[in-house]
C-alpha cells in the first residue's frame, strides 16, 4: 500500500505559477514507490474528477490532457518519493481540487489504486 500527501496549493492570480508535490509513503516493501506509474487529477466544484498528467514509473515518459499541455510538467523523484506537478501560466479555469494517485497510469480514474486527500488550488482572475 502506499499513502499519498499532496501538498503546494494556494491561492494565485491569473498567470501565475505554483508547484505542487505529492510525498508517497510506503507501508509494505514489496511494492516500492519506483514500481507505481503516477498521475494528477483535479476536481472543480460541482464537476467530476477529471486526468490532468500522468508520468511512468521510471520519470521517461508523460502524458497531458489538453487543457494543460504546454503550461503544466509533471516529474517525480523516486530516491525522494516524491512526483510534482509545476503550473505556470495558471488561468480561473484551472480552479480545483488536485489530487495525485498511484498505480498503472493513463488517463482514467480507476487505473489508480492509491489516491490522496488532495490540494486546493485557487486562481482568481
Known amino acids: 500500500q502506499v499513502q499519498l500527501a499532496e501538498s503546494g496549493g494556494g491561492l494565485v492570480q491569473a498567470g501565475g505559477s505554483l508547484r505542487l508535490a505529492c510525498l508517497a509513503s510506503?507501508?509494505?516493501?514489496?511494492?516500492?514507490?519506483?514500481?507505481?506509474?503516477m498521475g494528477w487529477f483535479r476536481q472543480a466544484p460541482g464537476k467530476e474528477r477529471v486526468f490532468v498528467a500522468t508520468i511512468s514509473r521510471d520519470g521517461a515518459d508523460s502524458y497531458y490532457d489538453d487543457s494543460v499541455k504546454g503550461r503544466f510538467t509533471i516529474s517525480r523523484d523516486n530516491a525522494k518519493k516524491i512526483v510534482y506537478l509545476q503550473m505556470s501560466g495558471l488561468k480561473p479555469e484551472d480552479t480545483a481540487v488536485y489530487y495525485c494517485?498511484?498505480?498503472?497510469?493513463?488517463?482514467?480514474?480507476?487505473?489508480?489504486?492509491?489516491w490522496g486527500q488532495g490540494t486546493q488550488v485557487t486562481v482568481s482572475s
Open positions: 510506503e507501508r509494505t516493501i514489496d511494492r516500492p514507490f519506483s514500481s507505481y506509474a
Open positions: 494517485a498511484a498505480g498503472r497510469g493513463g488517463s482514467i480514474r480507476s487505473s489508480y489504486d492509491y
